[in-house]
């Protein structure tokens, strides 16, 4: 378990837990970061990155990738 | 009765290009009350009793951004006839889960799958018919963009609307199922008639909003709390994160087997684009490049060309001549003459003369935004502005600012998070527009020799007032708090189709236009019979002639306030008010107070860049003191802007109270700023010591003090629910 701002770019992981406030774990749910989801780093430009999720690509800070555990 | 339809859909699910297409040119552009989102309207095409309302772009109606917020109240208090949810078909999983909270207010709808030419171009299938009866309502296949299939989305919705079939809210797990009904059924009539299941699912994950508004009494309340925990032991999760999972797992349910992807996985050509445009080294400098571009061309060459024949051609020697003599030959008097030819014709011309500027510019704004690459932007910036406490979405507010505050100002628009759209507001006219630049080479040439230092310096303050702003503000009550995370999908690239671009642009140029216009009219007009009346020997009106008008008198009151700045005479003062209607005015202003007595003689001076003769205003205004002239210059970049920027701050805050926080924060810090400059400037200089000096120390320890300081705490949310949300 690690946050998934070390993942390694390329790599496809499964989210094992979001964290945060009620709000920010919906909404990052309602964006499709949701347990047991496959994500894959695509590119990281210092803390931040895009990410692959449900088919979409999305940027996140270094603050949301801190969030994530995978 | 016109029958209403709205039109939902996540951000790029093409719900605008379907909008325009079927409305054509009959959108009526409004704001949605209490929060700064547009509201589009219109009338369909060929079937005028149909109203179709064109919701903003969200994810989900959790109250989370105000675009959330603006579509659910919308949902929910005016219930359109029908939904016609928008869906892009090339990434049905994610855009469904709107679908899913649509399905639930029970209101009737209609899907239309978008995108479905590439769809299949990609060798995707979509199983219509059978995601159809699998969702409960009609699906129908479109291209918004080549305009096939929308007629028939829109007369499917229409004719759902008139049957007045409900929607049917998706089938989640028993155990939910089960903990929901009982909410549903302990709450029983409270819930509005229409809207049961909808509020019965928010209940269950103790949305705020919902609770407010039935507000159950203490008993149903801790009924219900203990419903829902003893569900939320059994499924070892939070209520909020149950529903999103029962949410995604229905979409799979009933996507599997009607919809087929080719190549999941594979790398597309966004993603190789991508790899190079965000890339960790080349992202700035490629960014730096295109920005470059975009500014040479609109604010450079085609812009200042724009500018010069709209100011000098078509309004100073065409139309103000032509007004006037034609005035003059109707027999009015004088006096009218003056007003509406000097007074609102040169008034609303100054703002006119910006226009086809700031139409090139938003032209290549929306065509980097149609693209796609808008969104990379933000993205790329977002590393450098969280620093101080700004979003990656303020660096276009802040770069149309430098061309002119008033579009800057509308931009601030994209930035979801309201603290940090305010922020930007309150920050983003420090960035010294173009019209600011002539007091800039005023100074420069008045004083300095024309040196070119003077404009850099202004630059670096202009930046540096926002980055020291931004922390400041940051550690202040209202904008405290845990940042938002950024998250944000980035649409795909794709070439850029000219019916989109063209709109976008136009809806800008006109908005500005009819904003700036009524503003600036307003405040000429205000400013006109200011200086062309007087109270010398009775209130008359003046002319030409030399008598001290109403605007001397005022000068002469306003200047004591800047004597601690070092330009406390009355023409200083005049020129810094009438910088409030045009930042230009100030130049034109020294021109006509001075002996130069010649308003144009001075623009033509500084355009020219010739110092030798701007040096009488910088000996009869400032007294030859450099250290004056630059605290003035300070003074003129950091206040208030002009009058059309401030009308744009309050529609864009939408609140007067923050309005005027705004307005009041800018010039308060550049009379800070300015004290500091000058007072420390002549202790060091001449070794001058007065009641001012102090000030400015004081000052000094207290921007230190903002800078490093704790930031202060925010106010705890409380739960409504009675359980404390760990915030």
Redesign the interface.
Known sequence: MMPLLFAKVGEEQTIKR?T??????????????????RISV???????M?VSI????????G??AR?IIV | MAIRIALAGNPNSGKTTLFNDLTGANAYVGNWPGVTVEKKEGRMKKQNDVILTDLPGIYSLSPYTPEEIVARNYLLEQSPDAILNIVDGTNLERNLYLTTQLLETGIPMVIAVNMMDVVRKNGDSINIAELGSRLGCKVIEISALKGEGTFAAAQAAVSAAKSGKKALPPKFSDKVESCISQIESSFGNMLPQSFGRWYAVKLFERDEKALEKLNPSGELRSRTEKQITDCEREMDDDSESIITNERYEFIAKTLRGCYKKKNAGGETVSDKIDRVVTNRILALPIFALVMFLVYKISIGTIGDWTVGFMNDTLFGEWIVPAATSGLEDLGCASWLVGLIADGIIGGVGAVLGFVPQLLILFLMLSILEDIGYMARVAFIMDRIFRRFGLSGKSFIPMLVSSGCGVPGIMASRTIEQERDRRMTIMTTCFVPCGAKMPIVGLIAGALFGGSAWVAVSAYFIGVAAVVVSGIILKKTKPFTGEPAPFVMELPAYHAPTAVNILRATWERGWSFIKRAGTVIVAASIVIWVLNSLTFEGGLHYIGEGDEKSLLNAIGEVIAVVFKPLGFGNWQAAVATVLGLVAKEEVVGTFGSLTSMANADLAMELVEAGDSSKLTLIGQEIFGGSGLAAYSFMIFNLLCAPCFAAMGAIKREMNNSKWTFAAIGYMCGFAYIVSLIVYRLGMLFTEGSFTVSTAAAFIAVAALIWLLVRRPSKSVKVKSAAGVTADA
């Open positions: 979001v945060g406030s009620p709000d920010v774990k919906k909404h990052l749910g309602d964006m499709g970061f949701t347990v047991g989801e695509l590119s990281a430009a210092g803390e931040n895009i449900k088919g979409a690509r999305v940027a996140i800070n603050g949301t969030r």
